[in-house]
């Protein structure tokens, strides 16, 4: 195995899924707060909060925010040398528009990476994995609005300012393309990374589920825009704040291919792909808009005059330092209406023959990770990859000496592992690989605690019982092996 020495083995959280906590010390209310839990079969729906005791996940989470050290401790114990989490950005600035952030939050997360450091532990922080506050969903229309970029800016000025000695690595929006999937089919994504929603949807006083939450193309396209000019311009001024900052982009990667030879579905794979996959890293990685999305735009009659050639200046000037992407499973693209349809990551496309899926039906492909991996390097050769988000969501079953034997996790884990070394010997510059949910917490698909992902077991369940108490999975005993002995022992 290729693996260099200073790689960033660890895992990754977002902290709507774990924090809970989520109206504690001056915290305002966001996105994630008001979307009610579902399971495989039944869609997770919106609800604005009012007085209900409806089960929303993100309100009590998994309780990271009372259980950090004890969280954090139990990443040292298995040798991570990263962390992913994310600041929840309601935290800092509650209104989303508050003159003065809110010291409390801040001093949530300086502690945090505090205990971070102590475990000899890089931090890697998203400054927006689906928690825009909501003030600014129902005042500013999320990102559609030009005044939320300026939110933004100031947000994370105020995070790099305060945080500039403990954290290096930053990655300004969680899966910024998940708008070009969900467009037309899934309003709850566009919710998640636009902050975008029509006032008769946000004013319902009946739950709505997330296929029926309504998108409108020009609007999504637009807003989407302003979230790039947001990015460009907090990783220039992160870049002045401190030169040594490494600032990245967070792309969630379905790998797509044609499902047979037939040039119709080659083609049909190629411009889906292109469109879902690649649009939104070129614009971070490259600086311009691809000309393919401007034809994406004219097939699908947006107009484009947003695009602005004073915006056009601050994309060039503002273009990430490394490209960062989530990993779980790939689909097929064809031209046949008839074929089976598969699910993913809010990815569509059919089922690939050949793989075994998840209990979600999420396909299980490490091969293309290594495939994807050399892709993104032939696409953006001058910068380094690292894979942020890659695990397997599963039901768990404690036995009666509270051991957890989760053989499928490792099973899927160690072929990816395996697969990125392979990517790493084939000249990759992979500098890292943070699993997901190193700790079980939420799902953001389903809501759901029984999709676990963690090598830290947490006793939380669906119908509200259990302590919060953390154990150890076997998962947990394999991936402290596989960092001691960097990705040798398998
Ligand atoms: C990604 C998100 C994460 C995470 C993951 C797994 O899209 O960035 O927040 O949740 O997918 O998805 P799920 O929770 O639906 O299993």
């Known amino acids: 195995m290729m693996f260099p020495k200073d790689f960033l083995w660890g895992g990754a959280v977002a902290a709507n899924q774990c924090e809970g906590a989520y109206l504690e010390d001056g915290k305002g209310l966001s996105v994630p707060d008001m979307i009610l839990g579902g399971d495989v079969n039944t869609p997770r729906r919106f609800l604005r909060v009012t007085d209900s005791d409806a089960f929303y996940p993100s309100h009590e989470a998994v309780d990271f925010y009372h259980h950090y050290k004890e969280d954090i401790a139990l990443l040292g114990e298995m040798g991570f040398k990263c962390f992913r989490l994310s ?17 409390a939050g801040l001093k949530f997360y300086d502690d945090v990476f505090d205990e971070c450091r102590k475990h000899g532990i890089e931090p890697l922080v998203t400054l927006c994995h689906y928690e825009i506050p909501w003030s600014i969903v129902t005042k500013y229309h999320g990102f559609l609005s030009k005044e939320t970029i300026d939110l933004f800016v100031k947000y994370a000025v105020t995070c790099f300012e305060r945080y500039k000695d403990k954290v290096k690595y930053w990655l300004t929006f969680n899966e910024i393309n998940m708008p070009c999937m969900c ?6 994504g566009v919710l ?23 998108t409108d193309m020009q609007k999504v396209f637009e807003a989407l825009h302003n979230e790039f000019v947001a990015s460009a311009l907090a990783v220039r001024k992160g870049h002045e704040i401190n030169p040594n900052f490494m600032i990245g982009n967070m792309i969630a990667q379905t790998t797509m291919y044609p499902l047979t030879p037939n040039p119709e579905d080659v083609f049909a794979c190629y411009t889906k792909g292109n469109f879902t996959n690649n649009f939104c890293g070129d614009v971070q990685v490259r600086g311009e808009y691809p000309t393919y999305a401007y034809k994406y735009f004219k097939n699908h009659k947006v107009d484009t005059s947003f695009i602005t050639e004073e915006d056009k200046e601050i994309l060039k000037n503002g273009t990430v330092d490394f490209y960062t992407f ?27 023959p050949y793989l075994k899926a998840s209990d979600w039906g999420w396909q299980i492909d490490p091969l293309g990770l290594r495939y994807t991996l050399n892709v993104l390097h032939g696409r953006y050769p001058h ?26 996790r490792i099973d899927y884990l160690r072929e990816h592992v395996r697969c990125m070394g392979d990517a790493i010997e084939d000249g990759v510059p992979l500098i890292g690989y943070t699993t997901w949910g190193p700790i079980d ?16 077991y947490v006793d939380r369940h669906d119908n509200g019982t259990g302590s919060f108490s953390r154990s150890r999975k076997d998962s947990f005993f394999w991936y402290r092996k596989v960092i001691r002995s960097h990705g040798e022992e398998l």
């Open 326 to 352: 989530s990993y779980y499973t790939s689909t097929c693209m064809t031209t046949d209406k008839q074929a089976e349809k598969t699910v993913g990551n809010m990815s569509v496309g059919v089922k690939k």
């Open 441 to 456: 917490l939420v799902s953001a698909g389903t809501g759901q605690y029984a999709k676990r992902y963690g090598f830290i």
């Open 87 to 103: 600041i929840n950005w309601g935290r800092i600035f509650p209104n989303g528009d508050d003159e003065t952030p809110n010291e």
């Open 183 to 188: 467009v037309g089919e899934d309003g709850m």
């Open 383 to 408: 910068i380094p990859l690292m894979v942020v988000e890659n695990g397997f969501g599963a039901f768990d079953q404690v036995e009666e000496d509270g051991s957890i034997h989760d053989d499928y």
């Open 192 to 214: 998640f990374g636009l902050g975008l929603m029509e006032d008769e949807d946000i004013n319902a006083t009946e739950p709505i589920s997330q296929k029926d939450i309504k």
